[in-house]
């Protein structure tokens, strides 16, 4: 079956700009994670979606990013007035439910901010 | 603070010869540890999880060990492959909800 998609794949913009990355989890899993892969670092966790429950946002490194997760699939995350600091991978997980524990990721969305 | 060490050198061993990585934690008490596999430009795909009751879990050429008095993880691949390298972490739920803290990854490199 399909696993869980990102797009772009890829994505270079100037410092200062704003960008969307997106998700598509697992169809049926409800649970949705975002992490942050900077080179040379580990996974940091930035947001995560539960349900309709609301998002818990402890990970989110400033209020520059967001997220939201739309009819309880897909997922964007958002980041604006991109800076330098913010180029890393952006990973996106689903499992079937929190308590699950495995987790699906997608290929992760390369961001380069010039 | 909350933190998890993995070797941070990388691992080069010789086909055949059984790899092990090393996950150290501190100032945590998880219910469960994680180990994912992430190869170049892909996302980590899950590999196994261990229970804090369970002291040992295999699954085919790997074994997972789980010491919660040590706050240490072992991982073992026997008889290893050069398609086995990879960088390989490890992973703790802090919460019980998901939300996982991992390590830095080892990275293992299996010459023929």
């Known amino acids: 079956g399909a696993g869980v998609s990102q797009s772009p794949s890829n994505k270079v913009t100037e410092k200062g700009k704003d960008v969307e990355l997106r998700c598509d989890p697992i169809?049926?899993?409800?649970?949705l994670y975002w992490y942050r892969q900077s080179l040379g670092q580990g996974l940091e966790f930035l947001i995560y979606?539960?349900?309709?429950?609301?998002?818990?946002k402890s990970g989110l490194p400033s209020d520059r990013f967001s997220a939201e997760r739309t009819g309880g699939s897909v997922s964007t995350l958002t980041i604006q007035r991109t800076q330098q600091e913010d180029s890393a991978v952006y990973l996106c997980?689903?499992?079937?439910?929190?308590?699950?524990?495995?987790?699906?990721f997608g290929p992760g969305t390369r961001l380069l901010v010039l | 603070s909350q933190k998890i060490e993995q070797n941070s050198e990388a691992l080069n061993i010789q086909e055949g010869k059984t790899a092990t990585l090393t996950c150290n934690y501190t100032?945590?008490?998880?219910?469960?540890l994680q180990w994912y596999r992430q190869d170049p430009g892909r996302g980590p795909v899950f590999l196994l999880l261990?229970?804090?009751?369970?002291k040992e879990k295999r699954k085919e050429r790997l074994k997972v060990t789980f010491d919660t008095t040590l706050k240490q993880s072992l991982f073992h691949i026997t008889a290893s492959q050069p398609a086995d390298s990879a960088t390989y972490l490890c992973?703790?739920?802090?919460?019980?909800?998901?939300?996982?803290?991992f390590g830095q990854g080892t990275t293992l490199q299996v010459k023929p």
């Open positions: 997980a689903s499992s079937l439910d929190p308590r699950a524990k495995t987790q699906y």
């Open positions: 169809s049926g899993h409800t649970a």
């Open positions: 979606f539960q349900g309709n429950s609301a998002p818990d």
């Open positions: 100032n945590y008490s998880p219910a469960y």
């Open positions: 261990i229970r804090e009751n369970e």
């Open positions: 992973a703790l739920d802090r919460s019980n909800t998901g939300k996982l803290i």
